[in-house]
């Protein structure tokens, strides 16, 4: 399934998701880390604040294994909704912000 998701990055977190994305560490996860960097790259931070991406998952609950492995170490709040495939969300690319944190 494909999912919108919305979620804010912790603060003081940035720095180290940045260096796991640009390391491969979370590329090299199994089953799933090539879809999460590939989502975080996806991703843009909007003018409110909150970060914003397309994901696709087949666990039973919403992202469960990625939040279990990546997700819930560097986002709170973070809110699911199904979508009939990846979308473009309106924002700055997260990933040039996680590289101003680095």
């Known amino acids: 399934m494909y999912y919108k998701v919305t979620a804010r990055l912790m603060e003081g ?4 998701l940045f260096g796991r994305i640009q390391d491969g560490s979370i590329a090299s996860q199994e089953p799933d880390g090539q879809e999460i960097v590939a989502a975080m790259k996806r991703a843009v931070v909007k003018d409110t604040g909150e970060i914003e991406w ?16 990546v997700l819930d170490h560097y986002f709170t709040g973070i809110e699911t909704e199904i ?3 990846y979308q473009q969300h309106q924002g700055s690319p997260f990933t040039d912000h996680l590289a101003n944190l680095a």
């Not at 977190?13 to 180290?16: P, R, T």
């Not at 397309?54 to 492995?69: F, G, W």
């Open 13 to 16: 977190k940035g720095s180290e």
């Open 54 to 69: 397309s994901e696709t998952c087949y666990c039973n609950s919403p992202l469960a294994h990625e939040r279990k492995t």
């Open 83 to 85: 979508v009939d495939g």
